[in-house]
């Protein structure tokens, strides 16, 4: 019976072999397994406020006055700002952030309540740590809207002092008001602005590598005219025998995310979900597809991991999370739409956030079937190189 098992071959065999080599190695496990969660739980517990809170920053008050401490008090109310330091020069201020343990400052000067007072605008500095972008951008809003509104306080109370009312003030301090509303993240949320962009990011990576390292570990250990033999010598076959299993494994981690993301931490979900679960079940059979594209043109172990780490680390900021790709230049534009990961943020876009009808995003899904089937007319090449099988360190 053992014997008849082993000698079988097609389609079924290959799957069955896959499978026992998934198991059989703890690396299988850990980058399709393992290595996702963890992306998963890192992601979702680092982000799980939304928005970085208490900022520690200090204060310069050289002036000491009422309207100085009610500043600070004010800029201390504020979620995103900690007043931890009241300080005296902008020496001590400089030197406690060079340090880290501030990410901004602001200084009041000497004489900031009487020249306000008597009109002569007086002049507020902040200053912010730019190497941590995002508490920094965070921080100069902040400063930034204070001193607009301590601004607006000081007209105010020159304008009450002279007799003016208080709904002529606010139509002269605010003479056009603003109705503001943030479509698709609301809650202005880094956690849904990252999670639904960088899991995706990082899931196409280790596709990519498991992928690469399964069919390049075939040659350096010279089992790859076995593996082909198993599938009746069918390169089709072999390959199709061989993702199916990693298929359904990095699907179901991709189901997770969508049921976490849509389902648990209810992030916004405009559309069919069923339209993102099909954009995930092409974005992991793309990916496959990609990496076997690279095993096609170059079918060594060392060569196609490093490119498959290139190309998945590179997704991370060429396909569009965190720069507009209108604004790149131009072989970079192109070259991010060359990237499945890319076609499946569009998708999420659309669907998820925008909410639009399926057809506006049907190109889109064009493009990753495009993709999941481009690997086809290289599949000669990559059998010519498992039958040869050397393998080049």
């Avoid at 800029?75 to 030197?95: I, P, Q, W």
């Avoid at 002269?172 to 639904?196: E, F, R």
């Avoid at 069918?234 to 189901?255: D, E, R």
């Amino acid at each position: 019976m053992t014997e008849q098992t082993e000698n079988r071959t097609g389609l079924w065999a290959s799957i069955v072999r896959e499978m026992r080599q998934l198991v059989s190695r703890p690396i299988y496990v850990l980058c399709m397994v393992v290595a996702p969660l963890f992306c998963c739980l890192f992601m979702f517990s680092l982000m799980h406020e939304g928005l970085p809170h208490k900022i520690p920053v200090a204060i310069v008050d050289q002036d000491h006055s009422n309207s100085s401490q009610d500043f600070t008090q004010q800029l201390g109310a504020l979620e995103s700002v900690d007043v931890l330091y009241k300080l005296n020069s902008f020496t001590e201020a400089r030197e406690l952030m060079q340090s880290g343990d501030i990410f901004g400052f602001l200084m009041i000067p000497e004489g900031f309540e009487a020249k306000a007072t008597a009109g002569r605008q007086p002049e507020i500095s902040f200053y912010t740590n730019n190497a941590y972008y995002i508490p920094a951008s965070l921080l100069y809003k902040s400063f930034k809207t204070m001193s607009v509104l301590a601004s607006g306080a000081v007209v105010r109370q020159v304008l009450l002092a002279t007799g003016v009312e208080e709904s002529q003030i606010m139509a002269k301090l605010q003479p056009i008001a603003t109705d503001m509303h943030a479509l698709g993240n609301p809650w202005i949320s880094y956690s849904v602005y990252l999670n639904n962009s960088f899991l995706p990011g990082l899931l196409q990576l280790m596709i990519l590598l498991v992928t690469v390292f399964s069919i390049g570990s075939e040659i350096k250990r010279s089992t790859a005219r076995e593996w082909l033999r198993t599938a009746d010598d069918s390169i089709i076959v072999a390959i199709t025998g061989k993702l199916v299993p990693q298929t359904i494994i990095f699907f179901a981690m991709g189901l997770l995310y969508l049921a976490l993301l849509y389902g648990y931490l209810h992030f916004p979900m405009q559309g069919n979900i069923w339209h993102m679960i099909a954009a995930m079940l092409l974005l992991v059979v793309s990916t496959q597809s990609f990496a076997v594209i690279i095993m096609s043109i170059a079918p060594s172990l060392r060569i196609g991991l490093s490119a498959a780490g290139l190309v998945g680390v590179l997704s991370l900021s060429i396909a569009g999370f965190s720069f507009p790709v209108p604004a790149m230049y131009l072989p970079f534009q192109a070259m991010s739409y060359v990237l499945p990961v890319r076609h499946y943020f569009l998708i999420y876009v659309d669907q998820a956030l925008n909410g639009i009808p399926l057809y506006y995003s049907r190109w889109h899904y064009v493009a990753l079937i495009l993709f999941a089937v481009a690997s086809t007319p290289l599949l000669p090449r990559l059998k010519k190189a498992l039958m040869r099988q050397v393998y080049v360190p």
